[in-house]
């Protein structure tokens, strides 16, 4: 028999934020890359934002018959900006500066490089726990 008191929450181990630097076009006065803060999202958080970036797709001839589709570019930004701390993705200040009024169209701004976006995102799937990427599972549904 199991000891109940050992799923108890203040057993539960604490998720610590991460650090990246998702581009090396932005430096501090040493040159080296400015890291960003990511926090742990939640697996309610993450349905949400799932939800959100999921429609449903009319199925070709079939009147009345959809399925789902995730739009997995969105749900990666979606993710990328629902996790970050620093920078604030929100301030009105930091949008103005690259000439954009949401969130999303920022990361894409500041990470504009396509293959150090692909490693951001890579990176914030491993830190909020998903051991493949989406592409990958993809790939294996095509299989």
Same mark, same amino acid.
């Given at each position: 028999?199991?000891?109940?008191?050992?799923?108890?929450?203040?057993?539960?181990?604490?998720?610590?934020?991460? #650090?990246?630097?998702?581009?090396?076009s932005m430096t501090d006065e040493h040159?080296?890359?400015?890291?960003?803060?990511?926090?742990?999202?939640?697996?309610?958080?993450?349905?949400?934002?799932?939800?959100?970036?999921?429609?449903?797709?009319?199925?070709?001839?079939?009147?009345?018959? #959809?399925?789902?589709?995730?739009?997995?570019?969105?749900?990666?930004?979606?993710?990328?900006?629902?996790?970050?701390?620093?920078?604030?993705?929100?301030?009105?200040?930091?949008?103005?500066?690259?000439?954009?009024?949401?969130?999303?169209?920022?990361?894409?701004?500041?990470?504009?490089?396509?293959?150090?976006?692909?490693?951001?995102?890579?990176?914030?799937?491993?830190?909020?726990?998903?051991?493949?990427?989406?592409?990958?599972?993809?790939?294996?549904?095509?299989?």
């Amino acid at each position: 028999m199991s000891n109940i008191s050992q799923f108890l929450k203040q057993n539960k181990k604490k998720r610590e934020n991460g #650090f990246y630097a998702p581009t090396t076009s932005m430096t501090d006065e040493h040159g080296k890359p400015l890291e960003w803060e990511f926090k742990p999202l939640t697996s309610k958080e993450n349905e949400r934002i799932r939800d959100n970036d999921t429609m449903d797709i009319q199925v070709t001839g079939k009147p009345n018959l #959809f399925r789902q589709k995730l739009n997995t570019a969105k749900y990666l930004v979606d993710m990328i900006v629902a996790s970050t701390v620093t920078p604030n993705l929100y301030d009105k200040n930091l949008q103005d500066s690259y000439g954009v009024k949401k969130p999303e169209d920022l990361v894409y701004e500041m990470v504009d490089d396509p293959g150090e976006y692909a490693d951001l995102c890579s990176w914030v799937q491993k830190y909020q726990g998903f051991t493949k990427s989406l592409d990958d599972k993809v790939e294996e549904a095509k299989n």
